[in-house]
């Protein structure tokens, strides 16, 4: 009987081994006729695209302190891009571009103004304090009539140090004038770099403007410049990127956003309530919501503020208002934070704990960004990996993705077959989405 079942299955397994070594014969085949279908102008085509890449990277590796404006300005552009482009359905392009650059400097000058009045009054307040020269004499006469009276050893050791701190800040100082030749040249080069980058400044309106209005023209030109069998793998990555670091890069904005907005709300309440935390709450406020850009530092900084702000009062008002900004910051991580962390990371904490520590040791700026370049590296993943699946998925859709023409070749594939997993849905679509669903 074993010896039947074993005839039986036998002719089986040898028509799948024959199946698959047909199919691997079929792609090898198809690898080889891929790559001798490229002609010399389209590697030369493709090596001039990386080329100028990389002498863009080093351009601005060489001039960065210069481009350093062109950057936020990008960072801005990244942010803006979505509302540019939903405001483009109901108005012309540029008009939409325009308009958010406005409302932008226009932020942006009313958080300069905002921030910078205090810090300018508190600094005139504290250069008033500064003694005159002679409340500085009036000092130095009492210190000569207070110890006067000391005993003679304790009079000679503090004329001592003061006489060798007065020695050591005559050597520093001539250390610095002995190296005056390179200060100067140190602050022309300062002078230097500071011009180019309110240069800088000055252009950025015009270049936001420009990239967010021929923000679909670029990439048509980027299309055209890339070769047909990279443009949806390219596309694909960029895709990849632009999932996790721009809900990321707008999750952390609109949660700053919200966060000076609550807390500024909070500070009212608290001035109505006969607890005034601070004579410029609105500052406060915006400041609270511009540190929360800087993920882990910049909430434990304006902790500290809001406490010693709060002290310069009575420690009640600074507890309370330390009190106000913890809530603030729970119910803003509670509508903001978690949304993103679901939607897009979806990493579990352990997995993301790894990937912390092990940035980490590339600097800060990488530990920040943690989060993002780890559902990045998951998603590049499961994309290669649908890539080179057998049959191979199609090109640009993205882990979690599945267009109605994939889903018709998988519904027509046999019953016992396995969808891969990195193709499978992540949730379950809304009833909305199914067909002959109700609209």
Do not use: C
């Amino acid at each position: 009987m074993a010896i039947q079942t074993q005839s039986q299955t036998e002719p089986a397994v040898d028509a799948r081994l024959a199946a698959a070594q047909s199919r691997a014969a079929r792609q090898w085949r198809k690898l080889g006729a891929q790559v001798r279908s490229l002609t010399p102008g389209g590697i030369a085509r493709f090596v001039m695209v990386v080329g100028a890449t990389v002498g863009l990277v080093a351009l601005f590796r060489a001039t960065w302190p210069a481009t350093l404006p062109f950057v936020i300005g990008a960072a801005f552009a990244y942010i803006l891009l979505p509302l540019v482009n939903a405001f483009d359905r109901v108005m012309p392009r540029v008009v939409a571009a325009t308009l958010w650059t406005l409302l932008l400097a226009g932020l942006l000058v009313g958080v300069v103004v905002l921030v910078l009045r205090p810090l300018v009054i508190e600094t005139v307040g504290a250069y008033r304090g500064v003694p005159s020269p002679e409340a500085l004499n009036s000092f130095v006469d009492r210190f000569n009539g207070l110890i006067a009276s000391w005993p003679v050893p304790v009079q000679t050791f503090v004329r001592e140090q003061l006489q060798t701190a007065l020695l050591n800040a005559r050597a520093e100082l001539q250390q610095a004038i002995g190296g005056f030749d390179q200060l100067v040249i140190l602050v022309v080069r300062g002078v230097i770099q500071t011009i180019a980058l309110v240069l800088g400044i000055l252009v950025l309106p015009i270049w936001l403007l420009l990239v967010m209005k021929d923000q679909r023209q670029a990439g048509t030109a980027i299309s055209r410049a890339l070769p047909d069998w990279m443009e949806g793998d390219f596309w694909a990555v960029l895709r990849i990127v632009d999932r996790a670091l721009g809900a990321y890069l707008r999750g952390l904005a609109g949660l700053g956003l919200l966060i000076g907005i609550l807390l500024f709300g909070g500070f009212l309440l608290m001035e109505r309530a006969g607890y005034e935390v601070t004579r410029y709450p609105l500052a406060l406020a915006t400041l609270a919501g511009l540190f929360e850009l800087i993920p882990t530092f910049g909430p434990i900084a304006v902790g500290v503020v809001i406490l010693l702000t709060g002290l310069r009062t009575t420690p009640e008002i600074a507890l309370a208002a330390l009190a106000v900004y913890l809530g603030v910051r729970w119910l803003a991580g509670r509508l903001v934070t978690g949304r993103i962390q679901n939607r897009v990371i979806n990493l579990h904490p352990a997995l993301l704990a790894i990937f912390l520590v092990s940035l980490a040791r590339l600097g800060l700026g990488w530990a920040l960004l943690a989060a993002p370049v780890a559902a990045v590296v998951r998603d590049l993943f499961r994309y290669t990996y649908g890539r080179l699946s057998d049959p191979p998925r199609p090109a640009g859709v993205l882990p979690g993705e599945v267009p109605s023409a994939a889903e018709e070749a998988i519904a027509a594939e046999p019953a016992g077959a396995r969808v891969p997993l990195v193709y499978q849905r992540t949730r379950a679509p809304s009833p909305s989405s199914e067909p002959g669903a109700p609209r």
